[in-house]
């Protein structure tokens, strides 16, 4: 009969503790009536409890403070800290020891340990102490593998590791909304405003730090999450940022292409990276998060092969005056030269002043002319200018454009007044 060879003990032993903020102690009060059988017996109890808070025994929440009992959870972008210990339990003296950290995940294998040299011996009752620090970039199932390897008095080669499991979960469900300004598919401006909603999925309250759009090359960003109170700017979500869980903040921006940029309308037509948010946080006891998305994307304004755009106009006209209006016109492709006539087609309220049909001459590709034009209004109110026709003769296609903008129409009277 075969007997197997008892299993030999291991001379070290390994200790591995998760860094991380303690938690405040809670516990469960149990309460009565004084009419009931224990009288004041159990808040006489809690009063007496040193976990408890004085004058508000009631709450679960108490004053003292506890070390986590396992690896626990963590969130993506926080920092995983962990303390590793090797211990000599045996009497005699181990030599060439070597400890080893890494980190598993579902994508890679990381090494973790602070050093990869040996340790020449250890003698009894001694340890050999490491800390390692890794941010967490990954969602999903991790695994810390701590291997040690030692030689015995004797020359004997040992060796064993440990597993520690533990999870990355989501921190914060971040959505986005893209929006072009413009008042029509044919009139599209530069700008774009970019909407963040940043919603809390954990299960504690956040204190949001910083949360920040890092534009692409192109683009310059202003914040529009901040107002001015008697010369200084204020959040608009109040003093204290926290998010709670569960609970959604949106965030806004604009951006607007630099001027190099601006000028070439064909290359801000395929601009279809406009950045990535930087989100900062911090729970619990000030543990510190950091996350950046992806680089954002939109699709692009839709400026077709001819582009045209307001650069001047007054706010307010007076009724059947003329008024003047500077308007910018495109050529957006990149290889093909244009021959352009412009239509003034009039409204019921806007009427154009001068030729029809005329003829505005080549325009080169992504090269762009100024065009001065006359009009008047015969209605008051808010109206809207429409009414231009661009026609390629080489296509013979034609481009229209309404509600290129708006002005506000009053009486002589009223602006002579005013």
Known sequence: MEVNPPKQEHLLALKVMRLTKPTLFTNIPVTCEEKDLPGDLFNQLMRDDPSTVN????????????????FGNI?????????????NDSNQVVKDILVKADLQTSSQRLNLSASNATVAELKPDCCIDDVIHHEVKEIGTHILVC????????????????????????????????????SDLNSVTDEVFLEAQ?????????????????????????????????????????????LQPMDTRQYLYCLKPKKEFAEKAGIIKGVTVIGKLDIVWKTNLGERGRLQTSQLQRMAPGYGDVRLSLEAIPDTVSLEEPFHITCKITNCSSERTMDLVLEMCNTNSI???????????????????????TLLSSVQGLQ????LRLTDTFLKRTYEYDDIAQVCVVSSAIKVEN
């Open 55 to 70: 004058g508000a025994e009631v709450l679960m929440l108490g004053e003292m403070l506890t070390l986590p009992q396992n």
């Open 75 to 87: 969130f993506l972008g926080e920092t995983f800290s962990s303390y590793i210990s090797v211990h």
């Open 147 to 182: 291997a040690v390897s030692y030689t015995t008095q004797g020359g004997e080669k040992m060796y064993f590791r440990k597993f520690f499991k533990f999870q990355v979960l989501k921190p914060l469900d971040v959505k986005t909304k893209f929006y072009n300004a413009e």
């Open 198 to 242: 940043i919603q809390n999925i954990t299960t504690s309250p956040m204190f949001m730090e910083k949360v920040s759009l890092e534009p692409s090359i192109m683009y310059n960003v202003a914040e529009l999450n901040s107002v001015s109170q008697v010369g200084e700017c204020v959040t608009t979500f109040g003093s204290r940022t926290y």
């Open 351 to 373: 009427h154009w002043c001068g030729i029809s049909g005329r003829q505005l001459g080549k325009l080169h590709p992504s090269s762009s002319l100024c065009l001065a034009l």
């Open 384 to 387: 809207s200018v429409s009414g």
